[in-house]
């Protein structure tokens, strides 16, 4: 099926665009091993939003694919997976940002982040930077160890994997293409990101 509309994000860039309940959305890494970081929010209500904590409880998961359902900070389904070709993506951390630059890699000069780029595409919708949630991950590839170390490893996404989600709900929707080069959560080089709405 041809997409009614398609987005291309830039690497180390971000998009906002708004999707109607029962609408699917197809995020598509575009050259493999490239983090995109997904949030949404309630097109009628901005307060209510993707919340990771309560997608874990609901699911009673740290890992989400092909079936299960992403959740707001009300607990109301969002949107859920119907299509995943990878299998692994991440609800623990955050987008990377200025602070975290500086805590993690001593960066004090103006570096791209996922913050930065989700607040900027949202500005259009009203929604402040204050409002943003944590990320849904899509396909990093992290790992909490028995010891409860947390680790990221390479994403397991090859050119032209995807995920793809059914709208729950209408929604304002935003994505980045990960800014991260320092570590190996983009395969330590920075790609786009293509999104296909059907």
């Known amino acids: 099926m041809k997409p009614a509309r398609e987005i291309f ?110 607040a900027h595409s949202l500005e259009e919708y009203g929604i402040p930077e204050d409002l943003i949630p944590n990320p849904f991950n899509i396909f990093m590839n992290s790992h909490v160890g028995e010891d409860g170390l947390v680790s990221v490893r390479e994403p397991l996404s090859a050119p032209g994997d995807y995920i793809e989600f059914a709208a729950l709900m209408d929604l304002v929707v935003a994505v980045s293409a990960c800014s991260v080069e320092e570590s190996r959560c983009n395969a330590g080089k920075c790609g786009p990101i293509k999104i296909e709405l059907f």
Do not use: W
């Not at 995020?27 to 490239?34: A, E, F």
């Not at 904590?53 to 109301?76: E, H, M, Q």
């Not at 299509?83 to 791209?112: K, N």
């Open 9 to 118: 994000v830039a690497e180390r860039c971000g998009a906002a665009f708004t999707v109607r309940k029962g609408r699917r959305i197809r995020i598509i890494d575009v050259r493999g091993g490239q983090v995109a970081d997904f949030i949404s929010f309630n097109r009628n209500d901005t307060a209510e939003k993707l919340s990771t904590a309560v997608t874990i409880d609901s699911n009673g998961s740290i890992l989400v694919g092909k079936g299960d359902t992403l959740f707001s900070n009300r607990y109301n389904p969002m949107l859920e997976i119907s299509e995943d070709s990878v299998g692994r993506h991440d609800l623990l951390f955050p987008a990377c940002s200025p602070p975290m630059y500086r805590h993690q890699y001593g960066i004090t000069e103006h570096h791209p982040s996922c913050s930065q780029n989700l």
